[in-house]
């Protein structure tokens, strides 16, 4: 089989060749005019929109021309516009075919009047040509019966697949793509930064290829006010002077696995996001996973724990197989493992991308495809075995190459590269709703960190994830781009997200997971003016802290400080099962507890001047008839440690308490 797979590339490869060798053999070249000579060389560049001007003007002059007509015919079935223009110019050369005559077509003309219409999705009427012709093939031609079958067979495949064709719209990113090629899209959690690969001119050194595109680089664009950017390079760090193509990005954007044509003919590379929000230097996966054949996309589960990739390595099932490979504890990743017979077929898998919930979605041109590559998806049983893949359908797969499919983290979106009819470029990008979303076990989190003081940066503020109890789950440094953040929660639990700044919990979230996988996405301000980093970094102030004992997870006041901003949902998934508690702290403030500064106690009550620089100082007497002075209620930790650092110095002894006096204390203003 890989022998006929081999010799099939060959075929396509080289087909206007082998056309040209079949009319040379019938025709003496010697009695052409200019126009076929120039036509012929035309074809034989593949240069098809010129040819076919050329050929018509031949047609003009012999219109009942068998060949002429399926030279016509041929060219436009390998344009973008012309497939349906095709079919008349096949149906007329296969009709005009007269027996033992040099204006004939050639036998595969009834081949490729199957594929034209094959490939205007009229299957029936391919099905029925291509039955006609297996009656006129010799039994020996096994390449040609073999194509013929296989054809065949996505027709069908067509017929049943489009039966059940989705009502969904498929929309081409218009901003994004090129005349290019441009593929392989990774978005990040709230659809606002696009990564893709493209063949397009990247800079004024760059140099075409043989097929008239350049070099495969790496870009990125942005939406501003729902409008995509116009996109600009990744940068030297990841892109060279040769072909690199984006093939996943973690969802906390700090990984990204790239494929580079190197001496192996491609490998995988693996990118980390510095703390400036740079990427570092690109470096190759290890000798499991890369080898002296070709490897040419690879993902990671969530945990980063297995790697899904691609590989031509002898011993598959065919072509590129799928393959998986578990991360070792000395961090290298272990021998690589076939996903077996279930996955893998004798003709190409590619592009796997495994989602949250377990799916892994892949294209291959195998299984029931309808078109050259389609897009499947299959999960593991209870077994643990991997299910029959299923086809995604129409419109999302067409007759043309599909691939690369990533669904959006909210599950209602998905974005895929195809090379259908009516596309800008060579592939185009494309942007689809889902019906039926893709079902998540977690909630993803995500969201932007405003800091207005400039001394302050966001790899300064960490999140830590708690459960309801203050028992920490998980920490988070959010060092991304723009100060963003992305979390992904399991469903069915409630949580609180903690923001620390300098080991100081500064604000807290309540998020409620629910049972279904959803979006949240939040604008968080962070409110750090007044913060002095030096002082806080004073192991004398940092001590008084330590001294109030401060148990954050017990204050429930509601914030009244005109300086912060409500968490404010900013884009989410309709019909969200996950909720955001913007009043996490919120009970009754007579039963709540805030933070106050105690200032000092005394064995005697002191003058009222005593604190002239101070407002609202209060006092209460304890059972011996200590004297104890305090001052400010403050919802959050961090306004009072403000305060604290600004009269630290006066009051040594200062610090702070999570204060739960109510209206029933003898608490009193100081006179």
Request: aromatic residues 12%; neutral net charge; hydrophobic residues 30%.
């Amino acid at each position: 089989m890989k022998l006929f797979r081999f010799i099939i590339l060959v075929f396509f490869i080289f087909n206007s060749v082998n056309i040209l060798a079949q009319r040379s053999k019938t025709v003496d070249k010697s009695t052409y005019s200019e126009n076929e000579i120039l036509a012929d060389n035309a074809l034989q560049e593949e240069k098809y929109e010129k040819a076919v001007l050329l050929y018509k003007k031949l047609l003009n002059e012999k219109p009942d021309n068998s060949k002429i007509n399926f030279l016509v015919g041929f060219c436009y079935l390998n344009t973008d516009y012309g497939k349906e223009l095709a079919i008349d110019y096949f149906e007329k050369a296969v009709s005009n075919m007269k027996k033992r005559s040099q204006d004939n077509a050639p036998l595969e003309a009834y081949y490729y009047l199957a594929d034209a219409y094959y490939h205007n999705y009229n299957f029936t009427e391919a099905v029925d040509v291509l039955n006609k012709l297996t009656e006129k093939i010799p039994k020996n031609e096994d390449l040609f019966n073999f194509r013929v079958k296989r054809l065949k067979e996505k027709c069908e495949n067509g017929k049943n697949i489009s039966l059940r064709k989705l009502e969904i719209k498929v929309e081409d990113l218009l901003e994004i793509n090129s005349k290019y090629s441009d593929h392989s899209p990774l978005i990040n959690s709230d659809e606002t930064e696009l990564i893709f690969t493209s063949r397009r001119e990247g800079s004024k050194l760059s140099v075409k290829s043989y097929d008239d595109q350049f070099d495969a680089n790496i870009y990125t664009s942005e939406k501003n006010d729902s409008v995509w950017q116009t996109p600009y390079s990744f940068g030297k760090t990841v892109n060279s002077s040769s072909h690199e193509a984006s093939t996943f990005i973690s969802a906390d954007y700090k990984t990204m696995i790239i494929h580079k044509y190197d001496r192996n003919k491609g490998s995988l590379y693996i990118s980390k996001r510095k703390e400036s929000g740079e990427w570092g230097n690109a470096v190759a996966l290890g000798s499991n996973i890369n080898t002296k054949y070709r490897e040419t996309a690879g993902c990671l589960t969530p945990d980063g724990r297995k790697l899904y990739f691609t590989s031509d390595r002898k011993g598959g099932h065919g072509g590129l197989d799928i393959y998986v490979s578990d991360k070792l504890n000395n961090g290298t990743w272990g021998p690589a493992k076939n996903l077996g017979a279930t996955i893998n077929t004798n003709f190409n898998e590619e592009t796997p991308f495994i989602h949250k919930n377990g799916t892994l979605f892949f294209c291959s041109e195998g299984h029931n495809s309808i078109g050259g590559y389609d897009i499947l998806g299959s999960s593991k049983n209870k077994k643990n075995k991997w299910s029959n893949p299923v086809n995604m359908g129409v419109p999302i797969n067409s007759v043309d190459d599909d691939f690369f499919y990533i669904p959006s983290p909210n599950g209602r979106f998905a974005y895929y590269a195809s090379k259908r009819q009516g596309g800008k470029g060579n592939s185009d990008i494309y942007r689809i709703g889902l019906s039926n979303p893709v079902k998540n076990n977690y909630v993803v989190v995500s969201g932007n960190i405003i800091i207005s003081k400039e001394n302050v940066t966001q790899k300064e503020v960490k999140i830590y994830i708690s459960d309801l109890n203050g028992k920490k789950n998980h920490s988070y440094n959010p060092i991304l781009k723009k100060n963003s953040f992305t979390l992904f929660l399991e469903t069915g639990k409630s949580y609180i997200l903690h923001f620390e700044f300098q080991d100081l919990t500064i604000h807290k979230i309540k998020i409620n997971a629910g049972n279904n996988g959803s979006f949240l996405a939040l604008e968080q301000h962070i409110i750090l003016d007044d913060i002095n980093i030096k002082s806080l970094k004073d192991s004398k102030y940092r001590q008084k802290l330590v001294q109030g004992n401060i148990e954050t997870k017990e204050y429930t006041s509601k914030p009244k400080s005109k300086d912060i901003s409500y968490d404010k949902i900013i884009a989410g998934n309709t019909d969200t099962n996950a909720t955001l508690d913007t009043d996490v702290d919120n009970t009754n403030e007579e039963e709540g507890k805030i933070f106050s500064i105690q200032l000092l106690s005394s064995k005697t009550q002191l003058d009222e001047n005593y604190f002239d620089d101070l407002e609202e100082v209060k006092y209460f007497q304890d059972e011996d008839g200590s004297y104890f002075y305090y001052f400010g209620e403050y919802i959050y930790e961090w306004e009072a440690t403000i305060k604290l650092r600004m009269i630290i110095d006066k009051f040594p002894k200062a610090h702070i308490f999570v204060n739960t006096i109510n209206n029933k204390t003898r608490a009193k203003k100081n006179q």
